[in-house]
């Protein structure tokens, strides 16, 4: 192997000139000692204490998600300085929402249309088990969460997490979403004359069906997904372009998989969202995420 390039091809070998991306941290990043100012300032002293005012079953819950499971790393939001605004049951911020490298990690609290207020407890054990449910399939970074970590809890424990989840209110006053077939009808009559329509018709359709409602548990429903209705729309963009990763459930990969729509058109990526959310087009054109040059194509260009 070269040891310049390191590619085992290399034929150059002596001669070869390029040099591998060495990761070089200047010294005041590789110094310790200022994380303790960042750990008093954010993190505070305290080791779990358990609440008595609640049960046996509930403190399990609020010890896994708060401590061991790291639920609040991606679903809590982050303040000026990367810290989680908040690290447990107490505050309103906690497991409220946040966009961590490209993936909007939604709402693990009460919140009626963008978080679990309409799954039962037995839905989040079925999700955190399997990597899907009724209402969505894992991908982005919660596909390593299932690969890796919450199939392996007991049944126990995922009945705990999902005991403590279910307790957190809601941290907006959103109403249930209520299905509208206008959409669907139009599509299936062919009088939706709208690009993202035709789009939606062509390449989406297939799997998750004029309706929106697909095949769940394998084939996710668009109609009232999360990741259709939250406010930040980076979940639903990145997905799109550069589809999902396989989900392998202890050695089970999924039978379908999400395809990318990379190699096409920023201007296509925003009709087929658009389609799904009609406000989303008007919402991405604000954001500037429908321009050439910034548009979800370039910002999400190869994240996974
Ligand atoms: C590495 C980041 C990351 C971690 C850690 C993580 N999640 Fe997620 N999670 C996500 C992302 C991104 C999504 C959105 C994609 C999806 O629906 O799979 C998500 C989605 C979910 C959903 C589906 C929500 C919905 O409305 O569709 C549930 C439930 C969930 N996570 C629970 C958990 C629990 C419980 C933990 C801790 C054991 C956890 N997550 C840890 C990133 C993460
Ligand atoms: C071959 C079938 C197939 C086609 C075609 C397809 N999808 Fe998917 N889609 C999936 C699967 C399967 C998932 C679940 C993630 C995974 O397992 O890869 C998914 C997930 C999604 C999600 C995330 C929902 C969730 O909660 O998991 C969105 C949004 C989405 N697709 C939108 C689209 C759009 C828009 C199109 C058309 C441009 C499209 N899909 C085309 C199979 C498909």
Request: charged fraction near 20%; glycine fraction near 10%.
């Amino acid at each position: 192997m070269c040891r310049r390039c390191t590619t085992i091809s290399c034929a150059r070998w002596r001669r070869c000139t390029k040099s591998t991306n060495r990761a070089r941290f200047p010294v005041y990043l590789s110094l310790r000692w200022p994380l303790a100012i960042w750990n008093a300032l954010f993190v505070g002293g305290t080791d779990f204490t358990a609440n008595p005012q609640k049960d046996a079953q509930w403190n399990r819950g609020a010890y896994l998600v708060e401590g061991l499971g790291h639920c609040g790393a991606c679903h809590t939001p982050r303040g000026w300085a990367f810290d989680e605004k908040a690290l447990d049951a107490g505050s309103p911020s906690f497991l409220a929402g946040a966009n961590l490298d490209g993936w909007y990690a939604p709402s693990l609290r009460q919140d009626l249309a963008t978080g679990l207020g309409g799954w039962s407890q037995a839905e989040i054990v079925e999700f955190l088990k399997t990597g899907h449910n009724r209402h969505g399939s894992a991908y982005g970074s919660m596909r390593d969460v299932i690969n890796n970590s919450t199939p392996y809890l007991t049944d126990d424990d995922l009945g705990s997490i999902a005991v403590y989840l279910a307790s957190l209110p809601a941290s907006t006053t959103e109403k249930t979403p209520v299905p509208d077939d206008t959409t669907a009808k139009a599509l299936l009559a062919g009088t939706d004359a709208t690009p993202g329509a035709a789009i939606y018709a062509g390449q989406c359709q297939f799997c998750h069906k004029e309706t929106g409602a697909a095949a769940p548990p394998f084939l996710p429903p668009l109609a009232g997904n999360p990741t259709v209705l939250d406010k930040d729309p980076s979940s639903l963009i990145n997905i799109v372009l550069n589809g999902s990763a396989p989900l392998v459930v202890k050695g089970n990969p999924s039978p379908y998989r999400m395809p990318q729509y990379r190699a096409q058109t920023d201007r296509s990526a925003d009709r087929r969202c658009g389609h799904v959310h009609p406000q989303r087009l008007g919402q991405q054109r604000a954001a500037g995420l429908g321009q050439r040059g910034s548009g979800p194509a370039q910002k999400h260009r190869s994240r996974q």
